[in-house]
């Protein structure tokens, strides 16, 4: 499957934006989506997930009410709404996909920034 993640963007402290990942080569309603990010000089670290019947999680509280994923199996894409997004949020999102297991087919991310 390949996964394409795009609607990153410069945003003011407290804007929104609604990043998309789309797939294709392959349905993904049997898999579970997720979202990485990476800010820079850090470690990759996960954002959450959204299972193939649309249970989602979220790593900590830092984004735990304020991010928001959610998918659209007949588009074939999965989406993470982020509200109230702080500088701490900057970063370049990634979405993946697996089965079981590990994260085995990755996007090619797309870079948020928060700043004023």
């Known amino acids: 499957v390949q996964l394409q993640a795009s609607g990153g963007g410069l945003v003011q402290p407290g804007g929104s934006l609604r990043l998309s990942c789309a797939a294709s080569g392959c349905a993904i309603n049997a898999y579970f989506m997720g979202w990485f990010r990476q800010a820079p000089g850090k470690e990759r670290e996960f954002v959450g997930d959204i299972s193939w019947s649309g249970i989602s999680k979220y790593q900590s509280d830092t984004v735990k009410g304020r991010f928001h994923i959610s998918r659209d199996n007949a588009k074939n894409t999965v989406y993470l709404q982020m509200n109230s997004l702080k500088p701490e949020d900057t970063a370049v999102y990634y979405c993946?996909?697996?089965?079981?297991?590990?994260?085995?087919?990755w996007g090619q991310g797309t870079l948020v920034t928060v700043s004023s």
């Open positions: 993946a996909a697996r089965v079981t297991g590990n994260y085995s087919y």
